[in-house]
Antibody, heavy 131, light 108 residues
Framework: QMEMQESGPGLAKPSETLSLTCTVS??????????WGWIRQPPGKGLEWIGN???????DYNPSLMGRVTISADTSKNQLSLSLNYVTDTDTATYYC???????????????????????WGKGTPVIVSS | EIVLTQSPGTLSLSPGERATLSCTTS???????LAWYQQKAGQAPRLLIY???TRATGIPDRFRGSGSGSDFTLTITRLEPEDFAVYYC?????????FGQGTKVEIK
């Protein structure tokens, strides 16, 4: 059974770079069948998609993060990483790593492989941004 | 960006009752690229339904998803005590992926 475990500093200062790691066990992240991503949830609020990583290094990010985010993977360690630059208090949230099933999505007549429903979630790691 | 609007915000029901949760998308989804998640307090979300109507592995059949286009519904046919939680819909047909704001199902 696959498990995902987030880790990283629970506290970051404004304008710093937040770095989180997700260690995956029970299966390899080096697969064409799944995407790997990050979701966050501010205290008492809803879920926000941050971005996805796919086999070979392709990525897709939420434009709302304005180029501050990078998702990468170390396949030798079976780990996924998140880097978020220039954090502010609005980045305070619980951060979840997720596995998303790869599936074919059709739009305007074009079919592409895409990240679909998220079937495995880590327990989440809380991050507070404060000086 | 496709905006998902869930209603009602809170649903107050008793165990054994039927719950009907709605999710409306700001743009029509070409196909049924919609999922539902359940989140209990202090826990990560859990996948319930994907492709609008397919139950995820291990999900009881009292959870039923339906809908297409812009209107989707999650029905819990008979609420069990463990079903009181927050439910989110999520579209994955277009990037950026987006979520609804959630519906809280609470004990009346």
């Amino acid at each position: 059974q696959m498990e995902m475990q987030e880790s990283g500093p629970g506290l970051a200062k404004p304008s710093e770079t937040l770095s989180l790691t997700c260690t995956v066990s029970g299966g390899s992240i080096n697969t064409r069948s799944y995407y790997w991503g990050w979701i966050r949830q501010p205290p008492g609020k809803g879920l926000e998609w941050i971005g996805n990583y796919y086999f070979g290094g392709s990525t897709d990010y939420n434009p709302s993060l304005m180029g501050r985010v990078t998702i990468s993977a170390d396949t030798s360690k079976n780990q996924l990483s998140l880097s978020l630059n220039y954090v502010t208090d609005t980045d305070t949230a619980t951060y979840y790593c997720v596995r998303a099933k790869g599936c074919y999505v059709e739009y305007l007549g074009v079919v592409t492989l895409s990240a679909c429903h998220m079937d495995v979630w880590g327990k989440g790691t809380p991050v507070i941004v404060s000086s | 960006e496709i905006v998902l609007t869930q209603s009602p915000g809170t649903l107050s029901l008793s165990p054994g009752e039927r719950a009907t949760l709605s999710c409306t998308t700001s743009q029509r989804l070409v196909s049924t690229y919609l999922a539902w998640y359940q989140q209990k307090a202090g826990q990560a979300p859990r996948l319930l339904i994907y492709d609008a109507s397919t139950r995820a592995t291990g999900i009881p059949d009292r959870f039923r998803g339906s809908g297409s286009g812009s209107d989707f519904t999650l029905t819990i046919t008979r609420l069990e005590p463990e079903d009181f939680a927050v439910y989110y819909c999520h579209q994955y047909g277009r990037s950026p992926r987006t979520f609804g704001q959630g519906t809280k199902v609470e004990i009346k």
